[in-house]
């Protein structure tokens, strides 16, 4: 009996090891580009506390949960989906480029329907611990991703409520939510 336990226990053991061994050895990218996409779901879904746990380390030491449930409950818009362009790493930081389907309320934009807005995001992606966490920026207020969402110009009166607005005001919409 002994001699069992010791070959499953070496079997554990090994397969620990292999386990562990294929984990690190995954591209950084592709684990950025992964956990970007299960962050913003967990948002879209509106499951902030569990989205929470992305956040940095750092950041959570100085953003309590009820801070950041708050916040997300606060913005006057909501997210859809979220689609990873492309993520850069250098050592411990990656930089993920996005574009986030928002749905900006109609009364936001002075529309009678509510309309989906794709919007460019750049986020910041630390290694920590060997787990890769969201940096946001220090301070974002949901009163400026809806400011900025306002302050796009309207579609025309014949476009589909659900159009995107001009290219140019894309740019003003970067890194409006990280």
Same mark, same amino acid.
């Given at each position: 009996?002994?001699?069992?336990?010791?070959?499953?226990?070496?079997?554990?053991?090994?397969?620990?090891?292999?386990?562990?061994?294929?984990?690190?050895?995954?591209?950084?990218?592709?684990?950025?580009?992964?956990?970007?996409?299960?962050?913003?779901?967990?948002?879209?879904?509106?499951?902030?506390?569990?989205?929470?746990?992305?956040?940095?380390?750092?950041?959570?030491?100085?953003?309590?949960?009820?801070?950041?449930?708050?916040?997300?409950?606060?913005?006057?818009?909501?997210?859809?989906?979220?689609?990873?362009?492309?993520?850069?790493?250098?050592?411990?930081?990656?930089?993920?480029?996005?574009?986030?389907?928002?749905?900006?309320?109609?009364?936001?934009?002075?529309?009678?329907?509510?309309?989906?807005?794709?919007?460019?995001?750049?986020?910041?992606?630390?290694?920590?611990?060997?787990?890769?966490?969201?940096?946001?920026?220090?301070?974002?207020?949901?009163?400026?991703? !809806?400011?900025?969402? &306002? /302050?796009? #110009? =309207?579609? *025309?009166? %014949? !476009?589909?409520?659900? &159009? /995107?607005? #001009? =290219?140019? *005001?894309? %740019?003003?919409?970067?890194?409006?939510?990280?």
């Amino acid at each position: 009996m002994t001699r069992i336990k010791t070959l499953v226990l070496a079997g554990v053991i090994g397969m620990s090891l292999l386990l562990a061994a294929g984990c690190s050895s995954k591209d950084p990218a592709e684990l950025v580009r992964q956990r970007a996409v299960e962050r913003w779901d967990l948002l879209a879904g509106k499951h902030a506390v569990k989205a929470y746990d992305y956040l940095s380390p750092g950041y959570r030491s100085t953003h309590t949960l009820e801070q950041y449930v708050a916040f997300v409950a606060t913005a006057r818009i909501s997210w859809k989906s979220a689609k990873v362009d492309s993520v850069q790493c250098e050592t411990d930081v990656c930089t993920a480029k996005l574009v986030v389907v928002a749905i900006v309320p109609g009364a936001v934009m002075q529309r009678p329907s509510d309309m989906e807005y794709p919007s460019p995001i750049v986020e910041k992606w630390v290694r920590s611990e060997g787990q890769w966490y969201f940096l946001p920026e220090s301070k974002i207020e949901p009163k400026d991703i !809806a400011g900025q969402a &306002a /302050a796009a #110009p =309207a579609p *025309a009166a %014949d !476009a589909p409520a659900n &159009a /995107a607005p #001009p =290219a140019a *005001a894309d %740019d003003s919409a970067k890194n409006s939510h990280n």
